[in-house]
């Protein structure tokens, strides 16, 4: 209820308003209201342009936002799905503070993990085709656009059930196959690929073969990015 009640002000002030992940955290997921002031939709090129132009004190990479897919690529609901999540839900305003009273609930006696919040919140909102972004002139786009928000899905759905070790061996026996999985679904996905590759980077000091193994996979799945290329030739480096 403190979601819809906060969504719905945001409708209110913003019809055009749609929602992204700010975090792939399970545990501290963040969800972001956005909009453009003139309702319009967002433009690749102009997202780009901004990633690469904008001065800010730390840069968007370092909160997974590094490219036009990632900030695009994050969005979970457009105007349509807010609208009906919001349903008739009262807007919290300042003289209807609902937000105030509800919210500390969740906190001090909360009825789930954040992580089931997350994925049923998620099963609940969706982005139609012709909603938040124009067409851009690459006519491959769309359908990249629309592999990553499936990787980022199937990401979250994997990170359930995972339990953290500080055994890499242990760790990648949980997530090696399925993280690849995600990136043969969108090698666009970074928040797959780097895990894999800080993994390998662990493993290549007690088992140098298997994360070579390791980072032939990301190259072969991910070409584009230059990292896994470039641990493969400190390996072999290594080993002369």
């Known amino acids: 209820p403190t979601l819809r009640s906060i969504?719905?002000?945001?409708?209110?002030?913003?019809?055009?308003?749609?929602?992204?992940?700010?975090?792939h955290s399970l545990d501290t997921p963040v969800l972001g209201l956005v909009a453009r002031q003139d309702g319009g939709r967002f433009d690749?090129?102009?997202?780009?342009?901004?990633?690469?132009?904008?001065?800010?004190p730390t840069p968007a990479a370092e909160f997974g936002l590094g490219d036009e897919f990632a900030v695009l690529g994050s969005l979970v609901a457009g105007p349509r799905a807010l609208a009906r999540f919001a349903g008739a839900a009262a807007a919290n305003t300042d003289d209807h503070p609902v937000?105030?009273?509800?919210?500390?609930?969740?906190?001090?006696?909360?009825?789930?993990?954040?992580?089931?919040?997350?994925?049923a919140l998620l099963g609940e909102l969706s982005v139609d085709a012709d909603e938040g972004v124009v067409a851009p002139a690459d006519a491959s786009w769309p359908n990249r656009l629309a592999a990553y928000r499936?990787?980022?899905?199937?990401?979250i759905a994997l990170g359930r059930g995972v339990q953290p070790s500080a055994d890499v061996r242990q760790m990648l026996a949980q997530v090696r196959e399925?993280?690849?999985?995600?990136?043969?679904t969108s090698p666009d996905f970074r928040p797959?690929?780097?895990?894999?590759?800080?993994?390998?980077?662990a493993l290549?000091?007690?088992?140098?073969?298997?994360?070579?193994?390791?980072?032939?996979?990301?190259?072969?799945?991910?070409?584009?990015?230059?990292?896994?290329?470039?641990?493969?030739?400190?390996?072999?480096?290594?080993a002369r």
């Open 99 to 119: 937000v105030a009273y509800r919210a500390p609930r969740i906190t001090y006696a909360p009825d789930s993990l954040p992580r089931d919040r997350l994925v």
């Open 192 to 201: 797959a690929y780097d895990p894999l590759l800080r993994m390998a980077a």
């Open 7 to 23: 969504v719905r002000a945001f409708v209110t002030v913003y019809p055009g308003a749609m929602a992204m992940l700010a975090t």
């Open 178 to 184: 399925p993280l690849l999985s995600v990136l043969r």
């Open 150 to 155: 499936l990787a980022r899905d199937r990401f």
């Open 44 to 56: 690749l090129g102009q997202v780009h342009a901004r990633l690469r132009s904008a001065a800010l």
């Open 204 to 238: 290549a000091r007690i088992d140098a073969p298997a994360a070579q193994a390791l980072l032939s996979d990301l190259v072969q799945l991910q070409p584009a990015r230059p990292e896994a290329a470039q641990a493969l030739r400190a390996l072999a480096a290594a």
